[in-house]
């Protein structure tokens, strides 16, 4: 057993499973409507779906009679259930902004390959020119090309420039004194950058079409990074941890990462962080890891059976590339997805689940 790692079931449940009871099946990602037609106390409640009854046991309030529209998390044993919508406000959560920008968020690294090709155009104006060939050449730290030098130093850089801490980086420095070290937050930090190109364009409606789209690929870019922001903000104030985006580019094999860190605890020892990796040709690529002190555990599920070979057959060289930076191999493993296994999302594995999982069953 993987400790820290959430475990999933060693083969697809057939047997009478909690949906199997009451004659329904649900996959990962099912959406229904169901009404709370009794509450037991104690979290226990009787939902009412599909002209069947399901026990359940609910970490949000629920009152009888109301009726919400439910998503299926994950599916084994126990029927993992999100509400997405009811008789009441909802507050926006962390796990709701993730899944809401996702398809958007993808498109980052195009939106910063489309601004830094236009950093030679002579039709542009000095000041936007120059803007741009920063951008240009911080694209390396921004967007994930392929492996190159040391990995983890990569991501911390990419983290650190990424412009979802540019006010607190800023405020620091002010703080400290360091006027010298905030203007350079100017030619290092993405928000930054975008915030300065958005400068250099103006505020009024650009004459040409040239300007006109590199205004609203910036403000894209600021939009997306904001929300990020926002996202993080709830995700820390849920005690969840942190998410951040990892730009790629299709053509050149990989279409992007998505990567969430558990909040600690302070008497907690160990770290654990997941990830979601979109390959082009490997496709996507979910990873589980786990430090505790210095022993190290990683679970991997591939999409299909030729990727989970590709990636077994390069454990050794993982295995030899953790021991050179002084920690100790644990359980390490990769195999194909199955489709019980629940989809990755970031905030469902933290403590707090809260904002994530509503019922039970």
Known sequence: MLRGIPQIPPQQVTGPDAAGRTGLRFTPGDIFRGTVIEVRGGGNVLLLARGAKIPAFATRSLQEGQNHLFQVRSQGERLVLRVLEGERAERISAVRLWASGRTARAELGRILEHLSLKAEDRGLNRTVRE????????????????????GVKWLARQLRDSGLFLENRAA?????????????????????????????????????????????????????????QLLNLNAWKEGLGWFWFIPGHPDEGFRGGELF???????????????????????????????????????????????????????????????????????IGCRRRRRDDPPWTPFLDAAGISGAVDVVT
């Open 131 to 150: 803007v741009l060939v920063r951008l240009r050449e911080r694209m390396p730290g921004m967007v994930y090309r392929g492996p190159h030098g040391d």
């Open 172 to 228: 620091q420095f002010l703080l400290q004194g360091k006027e010298g070290v905030f203007q350079n937050l100017g030619t290092s930090d993405l928000k930054a950058m975008l915030l300065a190109l958005k400068a250099a364009l103006g505020d009024r409606h650009p004459a040409d079409s040239m300007t006109a789209d590199l205004a609203n690929q910036a403000g894209r870019g600021l939009q997306l990074i904001q929300q990020d």
């Open 261 to 331: 860190v558990r909040k600690r605890d302070p008497d907690d020892e160990e770290f654990f962080l997941s990830l979601c990796l979109d390959f082009s040709l490997l496709g996507r690529m979910d990873v589980a890891v786990s430090l505790h002190r210095s022993v190290v555990n990683i679970r991997i599920l591939a999409e299909n059976r030729d990727a989970a070979d590709l990636v077994n057959n390069h454990l050794d060289e993982l295995r030899e590339q953790l021991e050179a930076a002084g920690l100790e191999s644990g359980a």
